[in-house]
C-alpha cells in the first residue's frame, strides 16, 4: 500500500493547478470582436499572448512553476526568502491580468479567457499566500 503522491504542500497543489490551468487558459480566447454581415458572423479572437499585460502576467506564472518544482517537487531547499518573493510574483501576475481586463484589447471585447484566467491567478496569488506560511518540504539546501 504504497503511495506516490508528489511531496506538495496544500499551497503546493493550489499553486500547481492553478498555475497550469491558467496557462492552458492563455490559448483560451480572452477577447473577441464578432460583426455579422448578410446572416454571416465573422469573429477576430485573441488569446492571452496578443497582449503585453496578460503575456507578461503568463511568463510570471511560469516561473512560480518552476520554482515550485524546483522547491517541492525535485527537493531543493532555495537560499534566502523565497516565500515574499513567490507571493510579490503571484500578486504583480494577478494585478497584470486585472489591469489587462480594465485596458483590453482595442475594440474587442472581453471574453470567459480573461475571466477564468482572472479566477485562476487570483488563485495563484492565495496559493502563494498559504505557501508563505507552509513549512518547506526541500531536502537539499543550496544556502552555503
Do not use: K
Request: aromatic content about 10%; glycine content about 8%.
Amino acid at each position: 500500500m504504497a503511495s506516490s503522491s508528489l511531496p506538495l504542500t496544500t499551497g503546493g497543489r493550489i499553486v500547481a493547478v492553478a498555475g497550469v490551468l491558467f496557462l492552458l487558459d492563455t490559448f483560451a480566447p480572452w477577447h473577441r470582436l464578432c460583426v455579422v454581415v448578410l446572416d454571416v458572423e465573422a469573429c477576430r479572437t485573441h488569446d492571452a499572448w496578443a497582449t503585453t499585460w496578460s503575456s507578461v502576467a503568463a511568463l510570471l506564472v511560469a516561473v512560480l512553476l518552476a520554482e515550485l518544482l524546483v522547491s517541492q517537487v525535485a527537493g531543493l531547499r532555495l537560499p534566502g526568502d523565497w516565500a515574499r518573493f513567490r507571493l510579490g510574483i503571484a500578486a504583480l501576475a494577478t494585478a497584470l491580468v486585472i489591469l489587462q481586463v480594465f485596458v483590453g484589447d482595442g475594440a474587442l471585447d472581453r471574453t470567459y479567457g480573461v475571466w477564468f484566467g482572472l479566477v485562476l491567478a487570483a488563485a495563484l496569488t492565495y496559493g502563494s499566500y498559504l505557501r508563505r506560511t507552509e513549512a518547506p518540504v526541500g531536502r537539499l539546501s543550496l544556502n552555503r
